[in-house]
């Protein structure tokens, strides 16, 4: 077995149908032909008609529609391993085209089957499959049509209905399907195998001709059934009536029709191209017709001229040479080209000849056609392409009398089933010797003494029967016999009715060899064998051909022919070598095996017939298929190729594996947790015995390379995002350096970014450093554009914070703040010993009730004392400084002497306050006039200064009316008199009467200005 078919595996281990099993692999008893049948009844029964044997799979026609071809059944089927869903022929098409894909192999799909078994529509339904679910483009789809359409006009020139089968293929078919790199079908090419011609001229009851003559007459229109001079009427055609079954009811002629001529436009086919070809099969139908009447002397003549016309016009060869040489024959006798007559019998079957060489050739043209019109266009890649061969071949015939289509047919199937043999029995069992690995024998027959009897080199059948057409005497079929009874008289596989025992020869006739072939023993009748070997066509009629204008018929038949003295190759020989080039083609693909049977010889739906199953089963072969399944190992792969593949699971053989191969698989499948049962490792290559290890593993890896995939996804993900980053960082700074350059502009779009980022930059840099507290001065410096908007939002901040400073501060604290605004706005700046005040709290009073005299109090009376303080006053005659008190009340500033009031000075009366700007305590209260005449001014001197004349100032209500003097304070000394207070800075306080009789006054300088 090949690489790619043990890759299939059974279906069945995780799945199963309702009915039966769907691998006969798991049949309990898979020896038995009654249980396997059985299984095959069983699940037609139920309309399944697919089972697998391991990767070969059964299918039975059922005769009716099933809904299981459908897109979405394809679609189930696509890149899904085979064991996963049931059986089905797209399972095999999708792991054909996959294998193919992966392993860079070419694949073949081998479809066999008796006639009418369903192998044409098996091989349409891989076609479709390809069609609809590889990859595609518009050249592609171009090919897809092609490809398909292909079918309607092979089968409309090589298909006809028989007994078996309505729409019977009468040749054999081998396409190649290729694909591109990308797995596209791309091109395409078919190989025809014997056509079988004589259907042309002659049908058995029952039986039609080939479908495109009773398609052109019912379908074509009037005028080219005018042009082509045919009449709308099969019965009229002596070669359509030989079966008498014009009409089919399965089949529709004039719709066909349709199809066939839209087919061959679509393969290319030009207006021109089509009225010729159909000019030939018209012409053909027109040979049919000609009849011929004997003459006494023994020739022939032709009753009517009419068909010769025609046939005339439509071939385009002049009418009088035609019609001698369909009743002459051309002999050269003694070195002269003589025209012999022919007799009435001979005249019939020159035309007959003539009729199928015309037909035959013509087939293998419209193969040719359509193999250009498929080719894979590419030359320079076509060495690259795959390809899935079909082969869509007849099936072993047996009928009541054999002939030499059936010896060819036959023949054929002999060496399909010793390719199988070579490719599955034989050499799965020559390569575990090879492998040392040990096999259980499994019993199989070998088929090859067949094909030697058939086709030996002097001593096969076909040799035989050459040497018999070509010597020289009376050779016959008969004569062919008796070479044949001399010559392979004695080998086991073949019986004439002179060999035979009495039994056998009851059943045969005297001119009937009896071939026993694998699949059962035929008879086959030597009558035309020689006729059919030779395909003998007069060489008047060739050289008729020769001169036709018709195109086709030019390439059909070429002047080369006429002159070449070679012999030409007979039938039977030239079939014998096609088909070893078939073989040749077919062992450099991996195979895949479709085996169709028929189950009933009705055409009826639901019938299954157990004997007419039972021997196809047998010729297909089967029961050995599975015996070989079941016997040994289902997998094996060189290990190379398995180490490749799987060596990404274990760390040990990732990336590379540098020992012997033998241990880097060891090691793998060890690492895998294969068990020792469940594999061998051979000489070259790893065995493995069940399809669900392998099956395993295989998942394994995908999920590994998902894991993989996904990985590379993210990091590219990754990587986009980066880059589009850095492109937007790019881009900002591009902006950014752009803005700055226009940033004294107007607002504009170059600069509105970075205009924009200056202004959000301010007031995120303010929003995180706005000031805490009202002392808290601080503010970020505005860019230019914002400096109103940042001294407004300065100025609302400041409000903010004073307001909720306010709403916090005491009655005890509010007042203290009021004397220390009054304080803050006499003095500041003002007086030099103002900053030494600040810090400290103004006091209620200095003196309280216990330190002045009662007497004082008494005389106050309900006056009520606001504020007390001691002072010194300085005498208005020698400055004298005395220790007294300054009461004040509402209404009055008090000085006082122990228990005496010595000066009361009505607020009223108070017209200023003078005080220096040093740092001294000294002040005069200035008094009106009126009072001056009793005292004068008074001078005094407090500790408090600050305190104390802000007190007075609030008290008296003289805010304005303190005055800071620089230098010198003049007072009244009273009676009109005028002091002088003369004010300097020292390094110490001197209060002291100067020699020009001024108070003179030297204070510390505390504050530098
Ligand atoms: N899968 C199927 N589903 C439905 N009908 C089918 C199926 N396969 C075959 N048939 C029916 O059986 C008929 C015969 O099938 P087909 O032409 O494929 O046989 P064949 O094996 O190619 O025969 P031959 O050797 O004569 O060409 C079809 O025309 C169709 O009616
Ligand atoms: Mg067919």
Redesign the pocket.
Known sequence: MFDWERAMMESALTARDRVGVQDFVLLENHTSEVAFIENLRKRFKENL?YTYIGSVLV?V??????EI?TKQHMERYRGVNFYEVSPH?YAVSDNAYRSMRSEKRDQCILIS??????????SK?VLQYYAVTCPASEHVQTVKDRLLQSNPVLEAFG?AK?L???????FGKYMDVQFDFKGAPVGGHILNYLLEKSRVVHQSHGERNFHIFYQLIEGAEDELLRRLGLERMAQQYQYLVKGSCPKVS?INDRSDWKVVRKALSVIGFSDDEVEELLSIIASVLHLGNVQYSGEDSGSSYITTDTQIKYIARLLGVDFSVLKEALTHKKITAKGEELMSPLNQEQASSARDALSKAIYGRTFTWLVNKINTSLAFKDKFNSKNASVIGLL?I??FEVFQNNSFEQFCINYCNEKLQQLFIELTLKSEQEEYEAEGITWEPVQYFNNKIICDLVEEKFKGIISILDEECLRPGDASDITFLVKLEDTVGGHAHFVTHKLADGKTRKVMGREEFRLLHYAGEVNYNVNGFLDKNNDLLFRNLKEVMCSSENRILTQCFSREELTDKKLPETTATQFKNSLAKLMEILMSKDPSYVR?I?PNDA?QAGRFEEVLVRHQVKYLGLMENLRVRRAGFAYRRRYEVFLQRYKSLCPDTWPSWDGRLVDGVSTLVKHLGYKPEEYKLGRTKIFIRFPKTLFATEEYRKLRLSAVQVQAWWKGILARRRAQRRRQAVDTIRRFIKGFMFRHHPRCPENEYFLDYVRYTFLMKLHRALPKTVLDKSWPTPPPALTEASELLRKLCMQNLVWKYCKTISPEWKHQLEQKVVASEVFKDKKDNYPQSVPKLFVGTRLDGDDINPKVLQALGTEKMKYAVPVTKYDRKGFKARARQLLLTASSAIIVEEAKLKQRIDYSALKGVSVSSLSDGLFVLHVTCEDNKQKGDAVLQSDHVIETLTKVAICADKINNININQSSIKFTLGQGKEGIIDFTSGSELLVAKAKNGHLSVTAPRLNSR
């Open positions: 008609i299918s026609n059922p005769y009716k529609d099933l071809y022929i089957g008796e006639s009418g078994a369903g192998k044409t529509e098996a339904k298909n028989t078996r089968n309505d729409n019977s293929s009468r399965s869509d007849y099936g169709c028929k055409k």
